[in-house]
Nanobody
Framework: QVRLVESGGGLVQPGGSLRLPCAAS????????MAWYRQAPGKQRDLVAI???????NHADFAKGRFTISIDTAERTVYLQMNSLKPEDTAVYYC?????????????????WGQGTQVTVSS
């Protein structure tokens, strides 16, 4: 069974930094993309950044210059380095992965979500 496990969230002061790792495990034979999304209370879930297995990246406008997504395909782990954090970055951050997996003796391509990690930026 595929699992995405996020960590690294917490409380940080404005201007501070956090690094969020997300590790994928369970029956994976290929990684197509891994991404980070975020959802603030009462708002929709938004894409923060996405990376392919060959490290091609795309960052949302609000993330450019402050956040950096990277991937370690050998460890099946995606990272989000967040610098110069602002109070408006407060949200639950979710890991997403588009994976090739083995399931019931067959192979398939499926989309998976982690459970989310809370990031709070406050003084």
């Amino acid at each position: 069974q595929v699992r995405l496990v996020e960590s690294g969230g917490g409380l940080v002061q404005p201007g501070g930094s956090l690094r969020l790792p997300c590790a994928a495990s369970g029956g994976i034979f290929d990684i197509y993309t891994m991404a980070w999304y975020r959802q603030a209370p009462g708002k929709q879930r938004d894409l923060v950044a996405i990376v392919t297995a060959t490290s091609s990246t795309n960052h949302a406008d609000f993330a450019k210059g402050r956040f950096t997504i990277s991937i370690d395909t050998a460890e099946r782990t995606v990272y989000l380095q967040m610098n110069s954090l602002k109070p408006e970055d407060t949200a639950v951050y979710y890991c997403n992965a588009d994976l090739g997996v083995y399931s019931g003796g067959a192979s398939a391509r499926s989309d998976y979500w982690g459970q989310g990690t809370q990031v709070t930026v406050s003084s």
